[in-house]
């Protein structure tokens, strides 16, 4: 175990050193000490660059910096065994290490042999585990035959945004949205297209897309321009990284979003749309309804199932900005809970 002095703060690298998420796990921990992001190796605009902290040299060049690492995700681009050789040295450093799993199935990868293999190795080399769910937990205890803690997902907008919409609730004909933005592999954007041109006709819809997928050229960009041209939907186009501010413009001004994902496991979008009182649509994959509510419906249903299901969406009332604060107190509480007891 770590040779920390008792009086000091717990140093805390995480991966990704900075992101929304990660942030508010840790924000007003109780004698945790946030580490600044490895080398500047991420922003808010980007937190998906790799982190050089996943490198077995960075561990040893800083090892007496960082008392605990934490594991959330970003390492999708090193091998189960780079990522084992990474826990080794961890070790070899009295560096003890938390896991957190977001996704049992990765969003980001087609294939999932190489993910499962990952987690394999991360789990039985972790001090500690967290995850967002108890369904996942339970997956994770049959998969690996390990323990995880649940702590649940923390607000995902600012709390002077939470509960905040920029229209109000409709008393028919709802407002769906669709978030095109990018077309990770679990996105099936052309089964969610085709499940819109069901909706009955006193929906309003609106796809926000990259400009990118607009004007692309492929069999996505021209199905989105042929419906908004046809009347069928709106198009809000967004030319890459957009603010805080202008995502919760989006999905507070809309009724319900649409997740169209073939596979998952929890969803930020969820905790976004449960922030504003925006419904979710999704279907019955992972564990987005143990997070908050969200209405079930495949991306091939039949049509009069889509009719009645989309046809009857409007706003949920969501979460306060009350009961944000205080989970997101009690999430932090949690955590630095987790880090001493792997301390010792």
Known sequence: MSSRPEHRPIRVCTIPGRHSYVDRCLAGAPDVVHL??????????????????????????????????????????????????????????????????HDLDNPHTPGQERHHASLGVLTKSAAGTITLTRGAAEELKRRY??????????????????????????????RIGLNLRSQRPNVDALAALSMLRQAPADT?????????????????????????????????????YTDERQLWEFLSGIDALILPYLWGTHSGWVESCWDVGTSVVAPAIGYYGEQHPVVTLALNARPDVVQQVLGELRPTEGATVQERRAEQTEVAARHAAIYRQVLG
């Open 36 to 101: 600044p992001d490895p080398a500047g190796s991420t922003s808010y605009d980007d937190p998906w660059r790799p982190s050089p902290a996943l490198e077995p040299a960075w561990v040893r060049a800083y090892a007496g910096q960082v008392d605990l690492m934490h594991l959330h995700f970003g390492y999708e681009h090193r091998t189960p065994q780079q990522l084992r050789t990474w826990t080794e040295t961890l070790i070899s450093e009295d560096i003890p290490f938390v896991l957190t799993v």
């Open 204 to 240: 309003s819809i609106v796809i926000r897309v990259s400009t990118a997928i607009l004007t692309g050229g492929d069999e996505v960009g021209n199905v989105i321009a042929d419906g908004a041209r046809e009347g069928r939907w709106e198009v809000s186009a967004v030319p890459g």
């Open 145 to 174: 035959g390990v323990t995880a803690h649940v702590i649940p997902h923390p607000h995902q907008f600012d709390l002077g945004l939470v509960g905040r919409r920029v229209r109000a609730r409709a008393r028919r004909g709802g």
